[in-house]
């Protein structure tokens, strides 16, 4: 079973950057990928997708221009590439895998535990 495990989260001050990483058990080569996150009291929400092969990805407004998304089919690793932090960026952030090739708005099968992303002064 297609496991996902997220690593990279930490403090950063405002207008710094993190990279996290996403690696799953099995291949990823079938799935689309995405980076999720949740604030406290706040619902999840999706912040970026990329398709299997990379060659489609999306973003929310909040981020575009600041995140970028890639992915390394080989390694069985998504990263987000976070930059120009702000502090409403503070939320745990989890990584999901589709079960189709491609983005979707319904929700992704398999979930990642998350890791906290917190940027304060």
């Known amino acids: 079973q297609l496991q996902l495990v997220e690593s990279g989260g930490g403090l950063v001050q405002p207008g710094g950057s993190l990279r996290l990483s996403c690696v799953a058990s099995a291949t990823l080569d079938y799935y689309a990928i995405g980076w999720f996150r949740q604030a406290p009291g706040k619902a999840r929400d999706r912040v970026s997708c990329i398709s299997n092969s990379g060659s489609r990805t999306n973003y929310a407004d909040s981020v575009k221009g600041r995140f970028t998304i890639s992915r390394d089919n080989a390694k069985k690793t998504v990263y987000l590439q976070m930059t120009s932090l702000k502090p409403e960026d503070t939320a745990v952030y989890y990584c999901?895998?589709?079960?189709?090739?491609?983005?979707?708005?319904?929700?992704?099968?398999?979930w990642g535990q998350g890791t906290q992303v917190t940027v304060s002064s």
């Open positions: 999901a895998a589709y079960a189709l090739s491609q983005c979707t708005p319904w929700a992704p099968g398999v």
